[in-house]
C-alpha cells in the first residue's frame, strides 16, 4: 500500500472529497482517512438548500464566499456527471420565503429594497405557482438563485471522480494520532498503517475539535444536533423549496419532500427524538394542511458543526505549518464545500488569493479581533 503523499485529509464528508477532487484535478497525490463510510456524517443528514440569499443577512465576505460557492455548483453539476457518471440532482427551482403575518410580510418586502436577487410574490401569485400551501399566507419573498442538491450524492461524485482522478480513498480507517516528522512532514497514524504526508487537511466536522486542541489552538466546534423527516404524498405537488421560521421543506425529485430541521445544542446523540419530528410536523402544518395525510417515510439526525461564530474555519496553521483547516461549516457545509474545495488547494498550491476570505476564515480570527 502507498503510504507517501503530498496531501493527507482527515474526514470524508462533502468538505473533505471537495478538497480531494479540486487537488487531485490538477494532479496532486492526495489522500483521505475516513473513519466510517464516506459522506456518513452531517453530510447524508442534510437537506441540500444552498441557501445563500435565505441563510446569511450580512453582504459580507460571508456571502460572497456562499454567492461564489453556489454559483460554482453549476460548473460541478456537468464537470463531475461527466467524470463520475454521478447526477448531484441540483435543482435550480428557487426558494419560498413565507410570511404568515402581516409584520413578517412587511419585513420581507423591506429586504427587496436592498437586495437585488429576491422579488416579493403576493399571496394570489405564490398560491397559482404553489397551490399546495395555505391560504392563509401572506405572500413570500422569491429568491430565484437558493436551489437544492442532494448531499449524499454530490460527495459521492467528488468522491468517484477524485478516485478516478488518482486519489486515495480510505474508508473505516479513523485518524488518531497526527506527529510532525524530522523532515517536517506529517505523519496520521491509523489502526491499519502510518502515512506520511506533506500538507495535511483537518476536514472531519463537528469531530475536528479534538485535532484543534491536540494542535495547541484554540478554536472550538460544538455540534447542533438537526433532526429532520422525510414524507411522500400524491395531494402535495410543490415545485420550490418552502422556508418559514427555521423551517423548510424540500421537494427532492424523487417525489420525497424533506423537511428540517431542528437545532438542539451541544447535544452528541444522531437518533431524532419524538419531540423534535414532533416540533417540526407543528411548524409544517399550518403552510401545509394537507401534511397530515402523507406518507411518513424517514426521520434522522445529524451534527453541525459550529463554530464560536457559526463561520467556518478555513485556512492554514496560524504558525505556518503545512497544517491547513477547513472544518466549522455548521448550517451550510452543502452551499460551501465547492468554494472550500477551491480555496484549500489555492493555499496548499500557493497561488493567490481573496485576502478577505482569508481573514475573515482564519482559524485565530477571534484572537486577532480582541487583541
Ligand atoms: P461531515 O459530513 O460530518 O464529515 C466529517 C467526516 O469525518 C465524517 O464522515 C466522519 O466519519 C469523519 N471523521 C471524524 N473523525 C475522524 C477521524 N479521526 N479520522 C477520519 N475521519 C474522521 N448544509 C447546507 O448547506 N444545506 C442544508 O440544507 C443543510 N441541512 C442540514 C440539515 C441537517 C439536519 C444537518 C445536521 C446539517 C445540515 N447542513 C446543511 C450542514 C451540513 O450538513 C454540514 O455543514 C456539512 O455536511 C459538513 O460537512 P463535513 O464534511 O465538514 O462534515
Known sequence: MKTQFEVGIIGGGIIGQSIAYQLAKEGVSVLILESNKIGNGATSAAAGMLGANSELENNDAFFQFAKESQQHYHVLRDELSQISQIN?????????????????????????????????????????????????????????????VSPYHVCAAFSKSARLLGATILENTPVHEIKKTVTNEYTLSTPVTDFVCKNIVIANGVWSGHFFKKLGLDAGINPVKGECLSIKSNDIGLEKTIFYDHCYIVPKGDGRFVIGATMVEDDWSTVPTIGGI????EKVTPIIPSISSAQLIDTWAGLRPQTIDGKPYIGQHPEGENIYFATGHYRNGILLAPKTGLMIRDLILNRKQNEDYVKAFSVNRLQVQTM
Do not use: C, N, R
Open 278 to 281: 414532533q416540533s417540526l410536523i
Open 88 to 148: 448531484i440532482q441540483f435543482v435550480d427551482k428557487g426558494m419560498y420565503k413565507l410570511a404568515m403575518t402581516d409584520a413578517e410580510a412587511s419585513a420581507l418586502k423591506d429586504v427587496v429594497k436592498y437586495h437585488e436577487s429576491v422579488e416579493w410574490h403576493s399571496k394570489e401569485v405564490v398560491l397559482e405557482s404553489e397551490p399546495t400551501l395555505s391560504a392563509t399566507i401572506k405572500g413570500a419573498l422569491y429568491i430565484p438563485e437558493d436551489g437544492h
